[in-house]
């Protein structure tokens, strides 16, 4: 992949917009009080200012085509919302084509499905990797959550088979934080970085943060270390994942926090800025 050129422009990664009136998010369970409420474009924006975002990507929390008219809805609505990773059913291509075809793709630069810890063998069917050549050509990213050995072999599969989709890890691919045994987590981190078109989101996932009682940066520092050794920044994008990340740290304090962690795992500035937004802007194609 070519390298993102140089530039100043902050980009928040990745985080979600929602009315829980209008959304069913079956992955949000009682742990998850502080966070089942509305969270709409001006509760972010004071935040965006006081942490210094330009711009962000708006990431799809359900799979339903409502979903995609939401997000596309709150990229017209807020200026600040870049681009958006829409829902496709990827295991169902024509369905798929259907909804592609139905989004108002004027913000649409990614998509995902969500796969929990649920098998990926339907990744590398035939119909898959054909959809999945058809994205590329749009330009648009694939996002996804693998955390299990399998998950990762047919991520990387379709990788080798599709090597010209951007695909963009989320959430440090789960590192194992509270449990402090991260060699299988590193196995499959080198698998992944060992395909030039796959990236990864520096952002804490809900499963880390459901696990923690409370945010634990220093705990972060060697699997962003890790991350940084496997990908360097030009594979590398910051991002908040709020509000989810409000669960144990507030937007602000988050993104200073992972960018602390950039510089002490050994990044320089022109690197760290790198991650902190033209990454993003290059891998989503989301311009300047």
Same mark, same amino acid.
């Given at each position: 992949? #070519?390298?993102?050129?140089? %530039?100043?422009?902050?980009?928040?990664?990745?985080? &979600?917009?929602?009315?829980?009136?209008?959304?069913?998010?079956?992955?949000?369970?009682?742990?998850?009080?502080?966070?089942?409420?509305?969270?709409?474009?001006?509760?972010?924006?004071?935040?965006?200012?006081?942490?210094?975002?330009?711009?962000?990507?708006?990431?799809?929390?359900?799979?339903?085509?409502?979903?995609?008219?939401?997000?596309?809805?709150?990229?017209?609505?807020?200026?600040?919302?870049?681009?958006?990773?829409?829902?496709?059913?990827?295991?169902?291509?024509?369905?798929?084509?259907?909804?592609?075809?139905?989004?108002? *793709?004027?913000?649409?630069?990614?998509?995902?499905?969500?796969?929990?810890?649920?098998?990926?063998?339907?990744?590398?069917?035939?119909?898959?990797?054909?959809?999945?050549?058809?994205?590329?050509?749009?330009?648009?990213?694939?996002?996804?959550? #693998?955390?299990?050995?399998?998950?990762?072999?047919?991520? *990387?599969?379709?990788?080798?088979?599709?090597?010209?989709?951007?695909?963009?890890?989320?959430?440090?691919?789960?590192?194992?934080?509270?449990? %402090?045994?991260?060699?299988?987590?590193?196995?499959?981190?080198?698998?992944?970085?060992? &395909?030039?078109?796959?990236? $990864?989101?520096?952002?804490?996932?809900?499963?880390?943060?459901?696990?923690?009682? &409370?945010?634990?940066?220093?705990?972060?520092?060697? &699997?962003?270390?890790?991350?940084?050794?496997?990908?360097?920044?030009?594979?590398?994008? $910051?991002?908040?994942?709020?509000?989810?990340?409000?669960?144990?740290?507030?937007?602000?304090?988050?993104?200073?926090?992972?960018?602390?962690?950039?510089?002490?795992?050994?990044?320089?500035?022109?690197?760290?800025?790198?991650?902190?937004?033209?990454?993003?802007?290059?891998?989503?194609?989301?311009?300047?």
């Amino acid at each position: 992949m #070519p390298t993102p050129a140089a %530039g100043g422009r902050v980009i928040d990664a990745h985080h &979600h917009l929602w009315q829980v009136s209008r959304q069913d998010q079956p992955w949000r369970t009682h742990q998850h009080a502080a966070i089942a409420r509305d969270f709409e474009p001006e509760h972010l924006r004071p935040e965006l200012a006081r942490a210094g975002v330009d711009s962000t990507v708006l990431v799809q929390s359900v799979d339903s085509p409502e979903e995609n008219d939401r997000l596309a809805e709150y990229a017209r609505q807020a200026p600040f919302v870049a681009g958006f990773v829409g829902w496709l059913p990827l295991a169902r291509p024509e369905a798929a084509r259907a909804e592609l075809d139905r989004i108002e *793709t004027g913000a649409l630069c990614g998509v995902r499905t969500l796969v929990a810890r649920d098998p990926l063998g339907w990744l590398t069917e035939p119909g898959t990797v054909r959809l999945c050549h058809e994205l590329a050509e749009r330009g648009l990213a694939w996002d996804v959550v #693998p955390v299990t050995d399998e998950q990762v072999r047919a991520v *990387t599969a379709l990788a080798g088979a599709v090597p010209e989709l951007r695909i963009v890890i989320d959430h440090l691919a789960r590192p194992p934080v509270e449990r %402090g045994d991260h060699r299988a987590w590193s196995e499959r981190l080198a698998a992944l970085a060992a &395909h030039p078109a796959v990236a $990864l989101k520096v952002s804490v996932g809900i499963d880390v943060l459901t696990a923690w009682e &409370h945010w634990d940066r220093d705990a972060l520092l060697p &699997h962003v270390a890790e991350a940084v050794r496997h990908f360097g920044p030009e594979r590398l994008m $910051l991002a908040s994942n709020w509000p989810v990340s409000l669960l144990r740290r507030d937007y602000v304090g988050t993104l200073a926090d992972l960018t602390d962690l950039l510089a002490r795992a050994g990044l320089g500035a022109r690197a760290v800025a790198m991650v902190r937004g033209q990454t993003a802007a290059h891998w989503y194609g989301i311009g300047a």
